[in-house]
T-cell receptor, first 112, second 110 residues
Framework: DAGITQSPRHKVTETGTPVTLRCHQT?????MYWYRQDPGHGLRLIHY???????DKGEVSDGYSVSRSKTEDFLLTLESATSSQTSVYFC???????????FGPGTRLTVT | GENVEQHPSTLSVQEGDSAVIKCTYS??????FPWYKQELGKRPQLIID?????GEKKDQRIAVTLNKTAKHFSLHITETQPEDSAVYFC?????????FGKGTRLHILP
């Protein structure tokens, strides 16, 4: 597996609380992505980054924000978590020289 | 934007038989088509990909075909084995983003 880690791996939080998920890579890849995976929906892109401080929205960005202050770290923040944001969140990276994306181990988030 | 449709959503085949999963895409600018395999509780893993300048690509028991005119691409798994049981995702990309299909759950029956 490519050098990608996600933290935390599991989290349970209450509705209305802020939550930050972290993706860390050791591959020095330019592109980083956040997806959510829900039964029946496959993998849906939330936000992505094409460089430090350069980010853009994906298909399902409402309720999420991201930041990338260093090449190796990409943070996903839920400002005020809702039950509809209960999901498995995957980070992915890509060099940009090819289109190939490699996924992190995932974070299971439960909002009660 | 790009839309990827994947069929079937569930597929059961006898061990040793072949499995075929089909996808269509909407954006004619897409030029990269990867396939991912996801085992239960694990991350998606890239298993094979094809680019628009190629019609077919093989890697041992798996092959992908691409018909750009019809905007169709398919995954073929021959001589299926128990370890092929997983969810398979097709995807399409023409820029920085990859759009995924909803997945096919493949069951290999003994």
């Amino acid at each position: 597996d490519a050098g990608i880690t996600q933290s935390p791996r599991h989290k349970v939080t209450e509705t209305g609380t802020p939550v930050t998920l972290r993706c860390h890579q050791t591959e020095n890849h330019r592109y980083m992505y956040w997806y959510r995976q829900d039964p029946g929906h496959g993998l849906r892109l939330i936000h992505y980054s094409y460089g430090v401080k350069d980010t853009d929205k994906g298909e399902v960005s409402d309720g999420y924000s991201v930041s990338r202050s260093k090449t190796e770290d990409f943070l996903l923040t839920l400002e005020s978590a809702t039950s509809s944001q209960t999901s498995v969140y995957f980070c992915a990276i890509s060099s940009g020289e090819s289109y190939e994306q490699y996924f992190g181990p995932g974070t299971r988030l439960t909002v009660t | 934007g790009e839309n990827v449709e994947q069929h079937p959503s569930t597929l059961s085949v006898q061990e040793g038989d072949s499995a075929v999963i089909k996808c269509t895409y909407s954006d004619s600018a897409s030029n990269y088509f990867p396939w991912y395999k996801q085992e239960l509780g694990k991350r998606p893993q890239l298993i094979i990909d094809i680019r628009s300048n190629v019609g077919e690509k093989k890697d041992q028991r798996i092959a992908v075909t691409l018909n750009k005119t019809a905007k169709h691409f398919s995954l073929h798994i021959t001589e299926t084995q128990p370890e092929d049981s997983a969810v398979y995702f097709c995807a399409a990309s023409g820029d920085d983003k990859i759009i995924f299909g909803k997945g096919t759950r493949l069951h290999i029956l003994p």
